[in-house]
């Protein structure tokens, strides 16, 4: 499989970081989840795992799953946002599958009857989006999310963790962290 030289700098990882901007819908532990900057049709979100993962290949089968669910959930509530009444689902891995950026990411794109265009869209089909609008679209997919799940629902203790990690590029949304059993 295709991939990048390993000395290239991940642009997901970047913006997890807070060194580039992005509209977050959420941050949890594992994954998170933010509008893709080109909006190929309103309400288009990426769902990443946390930690650096070139393909599904390299995926722990725990990074799947919270993944694949996360990517659901937020499937969800981006159609009730967005008012779609269908949803392409979709991840590419290596460059001749059409991944331009590698470090995983799951496409969750709302659809209604009478989009037009591909069901499934690539690099340079549409223009990106100014980030005022991609923050917009994030707050109205979050009042859509179970609370457990938006920024303010599960904030823990350890504040300076939290801190270091909520110098996101979207100022707007805390970092979420979950705990299994609380």
């Known amino acids: ?62 990074e799947w799953a919270a993944v694949f669910v996360h990517a659901k959930q937020v499937a969800a509530a981006a159609c009730a946002a967005i008012g779609a009444s269908g949803v392409n689902i979709f991840q590419n891995n290596g460059r001749s599958a059409g991944q331009s950026v590698f470090h995983v990411h799951v496409h969750v794109v709302p659809r209604s009857d009478g989009d037009k265009g591909p069901a499934i869209f690539g690099e340079g089909y549409v223009e990106k989006t100014p980030m005022d609008e991609r923050r917009a679209i994030a707050q109205r997919i979050r009042a859509h999310l ?21 110098s996101s590029s979207d100022p707007a949304v805390p970092v979420v962290e979950t705990r299994r059993g609380s």
């Open 1 to 62: 499989m295709e991939t990048p030289t390993p000395d290239l700098v991940c642009p997901f990882c970047e913006i997890l970081a807070g060194n580039q901007p992005s509209a977050f819908v959420s941050r949890l532990e594992s994954v998170s989840s933010f509008v893709n900057p080109r909006q190929y049709r309103p309400g288009a979100t990426l769902v990443i795992p946390n930690r650096h993962v070139v393909t599904v290949f390299d995926m722990t089968p725990e």
């Open 146 to 166: 179970p609370r457990d799940l938006t920024p303010s629902a599960g904030r823990t203790q350890d504040s300076r963790r939290a801190r270091a990690r909520s």
